[in-house]
């Protein structure tokens, strides 16, 4: 496959399943169960996003200046800081800690 | 609340997420072109793929693999995709009838205008914290993505911004709103040691999904849920988590 192939079969599949979800009846989303559950789902997902995002390197793991930084946001978002102050505080601990070498 | 400051926070909640997600989209466009997209292949991605983890699960293939590695790319994207179907279950009674509507507000459906739109008290605040979210980081993303493409090889190793660590502090800020209850966070500890156990057994984009199990085994039987608390309802919810931005609108 090319790779402009391979961008579009994967844009469409990607936009085709956002797109099934809105053909589901809603009905099904009205017992406590499956809102309970599809609630859970979101934290499940995105809790899973974060460690990818902080330790995944590929198919193993890799522990790096994300780590620290990762540490530093979640202290500030108990501190209850602004997203966009916490965001740029991530990102500044990481490059600082590899600009002075002490994290890779 | 009166019905004026409720679609206040619910402007200022998608502007506060819309404007922090999309800058980042720069270091997907740095991203991509590091992994052999041209500056076009990185604005198609944000303009139609639009959704962050599904784009970087496939630049990150890519990166690996080279477009021999086309159909593991196409399978993490689409893994990592699942969950926007599961967003619009969600989203679509907010969004209501109208097949042009649905179809837009579809392409709009990710982790963030979600998010803020759930975290709205009345239907008219869900409706304004949707399409304003969606619509900001549409538009930012793809600019963001244009430039960082661009500014690729200016910048070199994007790593040394940072802008790595802003995309888990990112995903980090969405969640931590919803940890208010015992559930939830046994979700989201359990989640994140299935994923950390799960990274170095399974291709890239399923351990994600398999920490999805995790909410499956403890929200059908309700594990762990408040003993004769109320149920959570989709809409007009008394315990949804406020705007995913800096817990302000709890005040």
């Known amino acids: ?104 | 609340m009166s019905a004026a400051s409720e679609r206040r926070e619910a402007w200022r909640a998608s502007w506060a997420v819309g404007l922090a997600v999309a800058a980042y989209g720069i270091s997907f466009g740095a991203l991509a072109v590091a992994s052999g997209l041209d500056v076009w292949q990185a604005s198609v991605l944000s303009a139609v793929m639009f959704s962050g983890g599904s784009q970087f699960a496939l630049i990150g293939v890519l990166a690996a693999g080279g477009a021999a590695s086309g159909p593991a790319a196409i399978a993490g994207a689409t893994l990592l995709g699942l969950r926007n179907g599961l967003y619009a279950v969600r989203v679509s009674p907010i969004v209501g009838p109208g097949w042009a509507k649905r179809l837009l507000a579809g392409h709009l459906t990710i982790d963030e205008s979600t998010a803020v739109a759930t975290a709205q008290p009345t239907l008219e605040s869900q409706r304004i914290g949707f399409w304003a979210t969606g619509a900001i980081i549409w538009v930012g993303w793809n600019l963001m993505t244009l430039a960082g493409a661009l500014l690729g090889d200016l910048l070199g190793d994007v790593s040394a911004y940072g802008l790595d660590a802003a995309a888990a502090a990112a995903f980090l800020g969405l969640v931590w709103p919803r940890l208010r209850a015992l559930q939830p966070i046994a979700v989201a500890v359990g989640a994140a040691v299935v994923t950390t156990l799960t990274i170095p057994l399974l291709p890239p984009g399923l351990p994600v999904l398999v920490a999805a199990v995790v909410a499956l085994v403890v929200g059908i039987p309700d594990l762990l849920g408040r003993p004769g608390g109320p149920e959570p309802q989709l809409v007009h919810h008394d315990d949804v988590p406020p705007a995913p931005d800096s817990g302000e609108s709890e005040r």
Do not use: C, H
């Not at chain 1, 391979?6 to 169960?33: C, D, F, M, R």
């Open chain 1, 1 to 104: 496959m090319s790779i402009w192939q391979i961008i579009i079969v994967a844009s469409i599949a990607v936009l085709a399943i956002k797109l099934a979800g809105y053909l589901v009846p809603e009905q099904v989303l009205q017992t406590p169960t499956a809102a309970r559950t599809a609630n859970l789902v979101t934290v499940a997902l995105l809790s899973a996003l974060i460690v990818v995002q902080t330790i995944g390197s590929g198919q193993g793991i890799l522990v790096d200046a994300r780590l620290p930084a990762i540490v530093v946001a979640a202290g500030l978002f108990a501190l209850r800081v602004p997203f966009i102050l916490v965001i740029v505080a991530a990102a500044a601990t990481a490059a600082a800690l590899r600009a002075l070498g002490w994290a890779a």
